[in-house]
């Protein structure tokens, strides 16, 4: 990213070279023999997973003789920008692990094969908050298979609870008690969150977020959690590094102790075990907040972008990586969930062991049925940067809470343009 | 010896394709982008001067701009006066003086992203500065999370790296100061401080010039130490952003305005080239006096 050299390098090289050059593509050629090779890119998986990955492929190229999988494994780091620079290039591999947020740009592009067109058949085969979390709400169609998904349980630090007189048994259980439980906290200089609210937030909190193809999260709702949030934030109930913290950021404070409470994953429980054993041996295990009685879930998908060669067989492999069986095995290596209707039913999602990752396990499994991607797949990285920069005018007091939620949303919607 | 005349083309054809295909060619695309409507995703229509239109108005361009001119003002005094007090120093042959000169110039060589975390360990509302001022009585400075100190911080951090760089040149520059100057002045009975002011200063004048220069340009155009401290938000609200941090911000990822983002990058090549063009006239001037 860096790379510079004197004068001509006083440009920004990451925005040179490419631009001009895109490609756009038309037409599809789904139908066909499921032959041939294709390439398969996953978002860093290797080494963790590679036997799993190599034994999904080698069942592929037995179920389908005469097909060779090539899979390639990029690393978190810069795989948006691999993605970027392959989209800009038509090179996308023939079967691409996405996100839905990075799904959207693609097919708005038009890069990608829509699902509901040429794989209908399939859309029964998954959950129907996953299939949906796919689609694009104005433009229609389905982009991405749905792969793994994520929800997680709310963790909270029994022992600052108990250090500001509150039950750790009895932790809040939507937003209003959060707001008291947070100014409790404060009063003995704990703060409860490391966060402000991220746009899942505002959808847990029942704002409207989309509509009729604009955002609208500066509704009269959207503006009362951003008023709770700034009373919590005068109070000290947030850390300072919150006007400027995405999720790591804030999770690695509540690791070190300094913040009540925390989203979380099942994959964090093992985290907090070996890293923070101080922090496990006091962690509080709760339900997200929500005031609509569903979580927020997380996930990853599989797209097939239609500058691919051999359409036909990249649409069977994403089908076969992604079906119950597959996943479900994932699901067991991985602490992750499946996105089909099948696989949920599995023991191993439905009985506890008496152990917390069993039961958080199992808690989440539940809560995957009704929850929903909450975050819009039009909600981009400049958007989001645009709703925190406003957030922390707001906490900061710079702007009231209603107008920084209308400056954000009048530049998330020009954004959208 | 006669030589075909394409001879010295071929030893730089490498050398030229490279700069071709790697520095000419994006920079060039860099300069029609900026009049385009270009996304991550190709395309882009031709817009004018729409982009550089929307930068007059855009109040993030001017808080950007605004600190990217206080980050140069800020970095290069310092830049340009400590790393030569450190390099007369460092110049004394006396024992362990490898250590003391290696001390310095490990910034240099660090990574930039190992230096951020460090310093956002040490700065952290929660970090080990932060607990030292505790202890002594006083209350926690919000370093990393007041815009204002987030910036005063990245200019720490900067001149904390540049030290040991600018050492060197220095260190390279104070062998060639004649000493027979030196001796003459203190024949004259000028003591330490006078000798610094009336023969090592001016000896070194071209060198300070160059220093200026670099340290002005790279100041301008900072990046990685305000990124990594402000988590790659820019600050609370944005309001510690800087030029390129803007322009990264801007046109990063799928969804990035690429015409837009040229279009700050040509403006900040411009100001960085006319800053340039004014400190190599300054010298030449300087020299002909």
Not at chain 1, 197 to 212: R, T
Not at chain 1, 279 to 295: D, K, Q, V
Request: glycine letters at 10%; hydrophobic letters at 45%.
């Amino acid at each position: 990213m860096k790379r510079r050299t004197f004068l001509a390098g006083m440009v920004a090289v990451p925005v040179a070279g490419c631009g001009l050059s895109g490609t756009s593509n038309s037409g599809s050629s789904a139908g066909g023999q499921v032959t041939g090779e294709i390439t398969f890119q996953t978002w860093s998986l290797k080494p963790k997973y590679t036997d799993y990955v190599n034994g999904v492929i080698d069942a592929f190229q037995q179920q389908h003789q005469g097909t060779t999988v090539k899979w390639v494994d990029q690393p978190a780091d810069g795989y948006l920008a691999k993605v970027m620079a392959d989209a800009s290039a038509g090179t996308l591999p023939d079967v691409i692990n996405v996100p839905p947020d990075l799904s959207f740009p693609l097919a708005k592009a038009g890069q990608l094969v829509d699902l509901d067109e040429v794989a209908r058949d399939a859309k029964p085969e998954y959950l129907e908050n996953a299939w949906q979390a796919f689609e694009i709400p104005g433009q229609g169609g389905c982009y991405g298979f749905p792969w793994y998904l994520n929800t997680g349980p709310l963790f909270y630090n029994k022992a600052l609870f108990r250090q500001a007189g509150l039950d750790p048994d009895k932790p809040p259980a939507n937003f209003d008690e959060l707001e008291q439980y947070a100014l409790k906290l404060a009063e003995k200089n704990i703060a409860i969150l490391g966060q402000t609210p991220s746009i899942a937030d505002f959808g847990l909190y029942g704002v409207k977020l989309f509509e009729n193809g604009e955002f609208t999260f500066n509704e009269p709702k959207g503006v009362e959690l951003v008023e709770s949030y700034k009373r919590m934030y005068d109070a000290g109930a947030l850390i300072p590094e919150a006007l400027t913290q995405n999720y790591t950021g804030a999770g690695t404070k509540f690791m070190a102790q300094q913040t009540a409470m925390n989203p979380g994953s099942a994959y964090d429980l093992g985290k907090f075990k070996t890293d923070a054993p101080s922090l496990y041996a006091n962690i509080g295990i709760t339900t997200p907040i929500t005031n609509t009685g569903s979580a927020n879930m997380f996930l990853h998908g599989v797209s097939v972008p239609k500058s691919s060669k051999n359409q036909a067989t990249a649409l069977a492999f994403g089908r076969f990586v992604t079906n119950a069986a597959n996943q479900v095995a994932f699901a067991k290596l991985a602490s992750i969930f499946p996105s089909t209707t099948k696989g949920g039913d599995d023991p191993y999602f439905t009985t506890e062991d008496g152990s917390d990752e069993a039961r958080v396990r199992v808690a989440a499994a539940k809560q995957l049925k009704t929850a929903v991607n909450y975050t819009p797949v039009q909600f981009s990285d400049q958007m989001r940067e645009a709703l925190l920069q406003q957030l922390a005018d707001a906490m900061l007091g710079k702007k009231s809470p209603k107008e920084a939620l209308d400056a954000a949303v009048e530049e998330c919607n020009r954004l959208l343009k | 010896m006669t030589h075909r005349p394409y001879t010295p083309w071929l030893f730089l054809l490498p050398g030229l394709v490279i700069c071709l295909a790697f520095t000419i060619f994006p920079f060039l695309n860099m300069i029609v982008l900026a009049f385009t409507d270009a996304s991550a995703l190709g395309g882009g229509q031709f817009t004018g001067v729409d982009n550089f239109v929307r930068m007059a108005q855009d109040p993030k361009f001017w808080v950007a701009a605004r600190n990217s001119l206080l980050y140069m003002v800020c970095v290069v005094p310092p830049l340009v006066l400590l790393p030569l007090l450190i390099a007369m120093l460092a110049q004394k042959a006396v024992p362990g003086i490898g250590i003391f000169r290696t001390a310095f110039f490990t910034p240099v060589i660090a990574s930039a992203v190992v230096v951020g975390l460090i310093w956002t360990w040490l700065l952290d509302s929660r970090g080990l500065v932060n607990n030292v001022v505790e202890a002594l009585g006083g209350t926690r400075i919000g370093f990393l999370t007041d815009s204002t100190l987030l910036l005063v911080s990245s200019m720490v951090v900067t001149v904390w790296r540049g030290l040991g760089y600018y050492m060197v040149i220095y260190l390279a520059a104070l062998a060639n100061v004649p000493k027979d100057l030196h001796e003459a002045a203190m024949v004259d009975g000028a003591g330490p401080v006078r000798r610094f002011w009336s023969v090592t200063v001016p000896a070194l004048r071209p060198t300070m010039v160059l220093i200026a220069a670099l340290s002005a340009v790279n100041g301008f155009r900072v990046f990685s130490e305000i990124y990594l401290l402000s988590g790659g938000t820019g600050g609370p609200g944005g309001a510690s952003t800087t030029m390129v941090l803007l322009i990264q911000s801007v046109g990063r990822g799928l969804t990035g305005e690429v015409g837009y983002a040229s279009a700050l990058s040509l403006v900040l090549f411009v100001v960085l080239l006319g800053l340039l063009l004014v400190t190599l006239k300054l010298n030449r001037r300087e020299d002909q006096l």
